[in-house]
């Protein structure tokens, strides 16, 4: 009879998950005992970062993705990035290797009786099956809960003895044939309900986000914006780019407060949310949930954040059915098209520090078509966006929960997911120390990543809630003597530390011929501008 490891290598290759990332440990080797020529595994030197590129790979694939951790305490190492992979709704299979089932019981080393309790409340799902028999159905009940919307990670508990038991075939026969698929077109009534209230307003709108960032989704709701010739906001916080920020229909992405989304969306009668929560707010500015007379519709895949709101009715879907369903009905209405957002050239400081915004424009004019970008620059994301120019989806991440550690790491995800498209990651100075194990892994397979480190000295991001939050001379916001250059240099990577402008713009020139991962450290003005 087959052991339980032939038998979980056989589905994993049904599955396509050949790849698995992970740091190892002694509960794990049996798993990985006569690892497979055709798989490969992507070693990272911290489970930060070992989930962070799992979950840059996965949202990079649209697949889900494998991932094998050391223990409780392994797995406890990767909460602060499990927090983004949830927010995300990111497709992670995740194992974690558990004692023998004989030593959970004895206080032994590397044995925690609770090891589901540990991920939660970021975790979907958690199990760890109560015999090593169930081993193969219990990762067939997790490849399918993940991938299930709400999209998101599950965790299994593997006992380091399961591997090497046998399994009745009978038992597992189907297992590799099964599929648990998601069908959500509305019926026909719900369809003219919505069609209707469409056609009878005046000034409608779309606010688009993350479940919009997909190839089915994508060209429908830039079809829909121009069929209904209506300004598109994205909505706030966005871990993606679900519309092109250069298309003339876009208008911005709207702040994260209650009295600032209200404040944008004043004139419309009705507001169309596609593919988001309503909404994600930061910062806390009081006020209306919407301007007095307008109505709102979301759909979204999430019952969850479909039922939170206390405001607008939503639909549980599957995003692009409908959207598909509504262009059938919709015929043009008597609208012109809104007048495109002007794009302001900035202006080229002569020395370093150079502001965010020219260096973001440089960007712009400068990184070769078809790049990927993963940002964790959080202090100014809204120069980032002002200036962003990408028109596929999948070309843009960005923590969704908002915690640090996500963004070096992720990178090396989404270059592996398909290493011809060059990846830029632009990095805050104080981020990069989060995730900077993944410079290891991103020199060993020599993924073409740029790693643009904006050097500002500090977390600026804290530093625009100061004065919003009325707080006076606050610790430990200050960053003095980070130099993620010589860092970069440690584990191998090219680095150059630039401070004159035509050096910045040969440099982002050169993305388009990099075969490797390289370190661009340039100085940037420390720029506070309040949230909301």
Same mark, same amino acid.
């Given at each position: 009879?087959?052991?339980?490891?032939?038998?979980?290598?056989?589905?994993?290759?049904?599955?396509?998950?050949?790849?698995?990332?992970?740091?190892?440990?002694?509960?794990?080797?049996?798993?990985?005992?006569?690892?497979?020529?055709?798989?490969?595994?992507?070693?990272?030197?911290?489970?930060?970062?070992?989930?962070?590129m799992a979950d840059g790979y996965a949202q990079?694939?649209?697949?889900?993705?494998?991932?094998?951790?050391?223990?409780?305490?392994?797995?406890?190492?990767a909460m602060g990035v499990l927090a983004n992979?949830?927010?995300?709704?990111?497709?992670?299979?995740?194992?974690?290797?558990?004692q023998a089932r004989s030593m959970v019981g004895?206080?032994?080393?590397?044995?925690?009786?609770?090891?589901?309790?540990?991920?939660?409340?970021?975790?979907?799902?958690?199990?760890?099956?109560?015999?090593?028999?169930?081993?193969?159905?219990?990762?067939?009940?997790?490849?399918?809960?993940?991938?299930?919307?709400?999209?998101?990670?599950?965790?299994?508990?593997?006992?380091?003895?399961?591997?090497?038991?046998?399994?009745?075939?009978?038992?597992?026969?189907?297992?590799?044939?099964?599929?648990?698929?998601?069908?959500?077109?509305? =019926? /026909? #009534?719900?369809?003219? $309900?919505?069609?209707?209230? &469409?056609?009878?307003?005046? *000034?409608?709108? !779309?606010? %688009? =986000? /993350? #479940?919009?960032?997909? $190839?089915?989704?994508?060209? &429908?709701?830039?079809?829909? *914006?121009?069929? !209904?010739? %209506?300004?598109?906001?994205?909505?706030?916080?966005?871990?993606?780019?679900?519309?092109?920020?250069?298309?003339?229909?876009?208008?911005?992405?709207?702040?994260?407060?209650?009295?600032?989304?209200?404040?944008?969306?004043?004139?419309?009668?009705?507001?169309?949310?596609?593919?988001?929560?309503?909404?994600?707010?930061?910062?806390?500015?009081?006020?209306?949930?919407?301007?007095?007379?307008?109505?709102?519709?979301?759909?979204?895949?999430?019952?969850?954040?479909?039922?939170?709101?206390?405001?607008?009715?939503?639909?549980?879907?599957?995003?692009?059915?409908?959207?598909?369903?509504?262009?059938?009905?919709?015929?043009?209405?008597?609208?012109?098209?809104?007048?495109?957002?002007?794009?302001?050239?900035?202006?080229?400081?002569?020395?370093?520090?150079?502001?965010?915004?020219?260096?973001?424009?440089?960007?712009?004019?400068?990184?070769?078509?078809?790049?990927?970008?993963?940002?964790?620059?959080?202090?100014?994301?809204?120069?980032?966006?002002?200036?962003?120019?990408?028109?596929?989806?999948?070309?843009?991440?960005?923590?969704?929960?908002?915690?640090?550690?996500?963004?070096?790491?992720?990178?090396?995800?989404?270059?592996?997911?398909?290493?011809?498209?060059?990846?830029?990651?632009?990095?805050?100075?104080?981020?990069?120390?989060?995730?900077?194990?993944?410079?290891?892994?991103?020199?060993?397979?020599?993924?073409?990543?740029?790693?643009?480190?904006?050097?500002?000295?500090?977390?600026?991001?804290?530093?625009?809630?100061?004065?919003?939050?009325?707080?006076?001379?606050?610790?430990?916001?200050?960053?003095?003597?980070?130099?993620?250059?010589?860092?970069?240099?440690?584990?191998?990577?090219?680095?150059?530390?630039?401070?004159?402008?035509?050096?910045?713009?040969?440099?982002?020139?050169?993305?388009?011929?990099?075969?490797?991962?390289?370190?661009?450290?340039?100085?940037?003005?420390?720029?506070?501008?309040?949230?909301?």
């Amino acid at each position: 009879m087959p052991t339980v490891r032939e038998t979980t290598y056989d589905l994993l290759r049904t599955w396509g998950l050949t790849t698995v990332f992970g740091n190892p440990g002694s509960n794990e080797l049996p798993f990985l005992d006569g690892f497979p020529p055709e798989f490969r595994y992507v070693l990272g030197l911290h489970e930060g970062a070992v989930v962070a590129m799992a979950d840059g790979y996965a949202q990079a694939t649209g697949r889900p993705a494998l991932v094998n951790l050391h223990s409780a305490a392994g797995l406890g190492n990767a909460m602060g990035v499990l927090a983004n992979t949830r927010a995300s709704h990111t497709p992670l299979v995740l194992t974690a290797g558990q004692q023998a089932r004989s030593m959970v019981g004895l206080g032994s080393v590397l044995a925690e009786p609770a090891i589901t309790r540990v991920p939660e409340p970021q975790v979907k799902w958690a199990f760890e099956p109560a015999k090593a028999q169930d081993v193969p159905r219990a990762l067939s009940e997790a490849f399918h809960l993940a991938t299930l919307p709400p999209a998101g990670p599950v965790l299994v508990s593997l006992p380091m003895d399961d591997w090497a038991q046998e399994v009745d075939a009978q038992e597992v026969v189907h297992l590799p044939g099964r599929r648990v698929r998601w069908a959500g077109a509305a =019926g /026909p #009534e719900l369809i003219s $309900e919505l069609t209707d209230r &469409l056609r009878k307003a005046t *000034a409608p709108a !779309l606010v %688009v =986000g /993350p #479940e919009a960032d997909d $190839e089915r989704v994508f060209p &429908l709701v830039v079809e829909l *914006a121009e069929q !209904l010739r %209506v300004p598109v906001w994205t909505a706030p916080t966005p871990p993606r780019c679900p519309f092109p920020p250069r298309h003339p229909l876009w208008r911005g992405v709207l702040p994260p407060s209650i009295a600032g989304v209200s404040e944008h969306l004043t004139g419309h009668d009705l507001v169309l949310v596609v593919g988001a929560p309503v909404f994600r707010y930061h910062a806390y500015r009081p006020g209306p949930w919407l301007p007095e007379g307008t109505e709102l519709i979301a759909l979204s895949a999430d019952a969850a954040s479909a039922s939170r709101p206390a405001f607008g009715d939503a639909v549980v879907c599957d995003v692009a059915e409908v959207v598909g369903q509504l262009l059938e009905r919709l015929p043009p209405p008597p609208r012109t098209w809104p007048t495109p957002r002007e794009l302001q050239p900035a202006p080229r400081p002569e020395t370093a520090p150079f502001t965010a915004d020219w260096l973001f424009a440089q960007m712009a004019l400068r990184l070769p078509p078809g790049v990927r970008m993963v940002n964790e620059s959080t202090s100014n994301t809204t120069q980032f966006w002002n200036h962003l120019d990408l028109d596929r989806p999948r070309s843009l991440f960005f923590p969704a929960a908002g915690g640090l550690g996500f963004g070096l790491p992720a990178a090396v995800g989404v270059a592996l997911a398909d290493p011809t498209r060059p990846v830029v990651a632009v990095l805050g100075d104080g981020a990069v120390q989060y995730g900077v194990a993944g410079l290891w892994t991103a020199t060993q397979w020599n993924l073409p990543i740029t790693f643009v480190v904006l050097r500002n000295g500090g977390y600026g991001a804290l530093q625009g809630f100061v004065g919003q939050l009325g707080i006076t001379d606050p610790p430990g916001l200050d960053l003095p003597g980070l130099d993620a250059a010589r860092i970069a240099l440690g584990y191998g990577i090219p680095a150059q530390q630039l401070t004159d402008g035509e050096e910045v713009v040969a440099a982002l020139d050169a993305t388009k011929s990099a075969s490797g991962p390289r370190l661009l450290e340039i100085p940037v003005r420390a720029e506070t501008r309040p949230l909301g």
